[in-house]
T-cell receptor, first 111, second 109 residues
Framework: KAGVTQTPRYLIKTRGQQVTLSCSPI?????VSWYQQTPGQGLQFLFE???????NKGNFPGRFSGRQFSNSRSEMNVSTLELGDSALYLC??????????FGSGTRLTVV | GQSLEQPSEVTAVEGAIVQINCTYQ??????LSWYQQHDGGAPTFLSY????GLEETGRFSSFLSRSDSYGYLLLQELQMKDSASYFC??????????FGDGTTLTVKP
């Protein structure tokens, strides 16, 4: 069965621009979570969606937003990009209390 | 909120046993998970403990003590390919998972 698919894999943006990242979870998984990972750092929780509703939210500024569609696919948007937003953005899907299955991530570089 | 502590680095030799500890503070604790991440790769799920005790999956075992807010990941018969970062993660009743900063395991020949 197909895993979690994130697109694009790599992205270079300029400060001040906005970006949209996409995540398609494993078929049947209704929960999608987003994490930011910077070099040498752990995974910082951004938000979680379940059945098109944001169920949990991390401590990120309002420039970070997301949504989930009826087919469980999710997008996250970052507006007014800053250099510090350069990171690996990981999406994970899960069902019930099983562990997360992560996608390969989108590596965002802001220049 | 939640907080987790795990060692930043651990080094061991091939064939040895290594234990990576994780202590946590959280409200609404539901379970503790462990993930492995190789350089440049995505985290992969290793194990999940919701109840006290030891869970064994091949060379890897994970332990949880809810009363001590403590868990560990035990890796036996270490192989070079086990060199990676290992993250513990606490899941709450609300469904949110918070990850620790990760432990970099280096396996030497």
């Amino acid at each position: 069965k197909a895993g979690v698919t994130q697109t694009p894999r790599y992205l270079i943006k300029t400060r001040g621009q906005q970006v949209t990242l996409s995540c398609s979870p494993i078929s049947g998984h209704r929960s999608v979570s987003w994490y930011q990972q910077t070099p040498g750092q752990g995974l910082q929780f951004l938000f979680e969606y379940f059945s098109e509703t944001q169920r949990n939210k991390g401590n990120f500024p309002g420039r970070f937003s997301g949504r989930q569609f009826s087919n469980s696919r999710s997008e996250m948007n970052v507006s007014t990009l800053e250099l510090g937003d350069s990171a690996l953005y990981l999406c994970a899907s899960s069902v019930g209390t099983d562990g997360y299955t992560f996608g390969s991530g989108t590596r965002l570089t802001v220049v | 909120g939640q907080s987790l502590e795990q060692p930043s680095e651990v080094t061991a030799v091939e064939g040895a046993i290594v234990q990576i500890n994780c202590t946590y503070q959280t409200s609404g604790f539901y379970g503790l998970s462990w993930y492995q991440q190789h350089d440049g790769g995505a985290p992969t799920f290793l194990s999940y403990n919701a109840l006290d005790g030891l869970e064994e999956t091949g060379r890897f075992s994970s332990f949880l003590s809810r009363s001590d807010s403590y868990g560990y990941l035990l890796l036996q018969e270490l192989q070079m390919k086990d060199s990676a970062s290992y993250f513990c993660a606490v899941r709450t009743n609300a469904g949110k998972s918070t990850f620790g900063d990760g432990t970099t395991l280096t396996v030497k020949p």
